[in-house]
């Protein structure tokens, strides 16, 4: 079962805020209570939920890809270049392939706007 921060929180004797805080490096926070945190949270093995993350930023740094396929070098060439450019950036690339089937590119739009709250913009 993954460790949650409320677990890694009662695990020190702290409020979750102030957890929260530290694991982001947050100045109102003391280092000494940093450090603290941060060896508790290694030694729990918690790991941070991406998409509690993403919602509290109000982002997710995940770029989206859907693309007809993989197959061709006009659509496998600019996915590699992106790739490597959000990345180096700290974005992450995600790819869904369609096969140029109109259900699978409608039910891919959908889920992809409904999960994310993705601003989509047309092929």
Sequence with gaps: MAVKLADLAASLGLD??????ALRDDPRVQPVTRERVKAEALRLGY???????????????????????????VEREPASWASKYLLERGYDLLLAQHHNDAGVYGRLLARLSYSA?????PP
Excluded: C, D, K, Y
């Excluded at 979750?16 to 805080?21: D, E, F, L, N, W």
């Design 47 to 73: 790991q941070p939920h991406a998409g509690a993350r993403a919602l509290a930023e109000g982002r997710s740094r995940t770029f989206w890809f859907v693309l007809p396929n993989m197959e061709s070098p």
């Design 16 to 21: 979750g805020s102030t957890v929260s805080r």
């Design 117 to 121: 709250g993705a601003g989509i913009a």
